[in-house]
């Protein structure tokens, strides 16, 4: 490297080359990094990755997902940008940060505005049901109440006109049943959920 950058000091004398060009000793000559040699590898592998239409799919899938959400379009599932049936893959592509279990994916964020955390339920390999626990703590069900209420008001114009009362609030369509809910937990206080679930078959 040391005979290189003298070898170019002494052309830029000779040629008035500018400056920018004792750059090229170390672009042009140093070795990659590994990491950027294990990244060109598995971007290289990924095509034999898996049956070959699994990429576009997945990525498909994430990207709609990212762009509904971002709209505040719901999905099948009444979720934002998710549809019912949605691969364990699909749902990390869409989610990056959520952390896998055995037949699930929770992440810890916001949901209309409030900390909580969603976990993505998956049966026989796809999307099942959506729960979202809050994690705000309130002294007494009417504490509980007045945010359930709140949320729920907001809800109305995604998800439809609400049904329900005594602190459990229903919506259904022909393809979820979302159901949000004020349950009394320890010493009285109130724990705000969301659930989504498909809707029950008509008998």
């Known amino acids: 490297m040391a005979a290189c950058v003298r ?32 990244m060109i590898a598995d971007a290289a592998a990924a095509a034999t990755d898996g049956p070959a239409t699994d990429a576009p799919a997945i990525e498909a899938t994430a ?16 979720y934002p940008g998710l549809d ?5 893959d699909a749902l990390k592509a869409a989610f990056p940060k959520a952390a896998p279990g055995s ?18 339920e998956l049966k026989g390999g796809q999307l099942a049901r959506i ?25 109305d114009p995604k998800l ?7 602190l459990a609030a229903t919506w259904e369509s022909a393809t979820y049943a979302v159901t949000l809910s004020c349950d009394p937990g320890d010493e009285d206080e109130g724990v705000l959920s969301l659930s989504y679930a498909r809707p029950s078959p008509s008998e």
């Open 131 to 155: 729960s979202v626990s809050f994690e705000d703590s309130f002294p007494s069900m009417d504490a509980c109440g007045k945010t359930w209420t709140a949320m729920r008001t907001a809800l």
């Open 7 to 38: 070898y170019v000091r002494a052309m830029r004398a000779a040629f008035a080359l500018p400056a920018l060009f004792v750059l090229a000793c170390g672009s042009k000559t140093a070795a990659p990094a590994a990491g950027k040699d294990a």
């Open 84 to 88: 019912w049936g949605a691969s364990l």
């Open 103 to 120: 037949d699930n994916l929770s992440i810890v964020g916001q949901y209309e505005g409030r900390a909580a955390i969603t976990t993505f």
């Open 160 to 166: 439809g006109k609400s049904v329900g009362d005594n």
């Open 63 to 78: 990207t709609a997902a990212a762009a509904a959400a971002a709209a505040g379009a719901v999905g099948t599932s009444g």
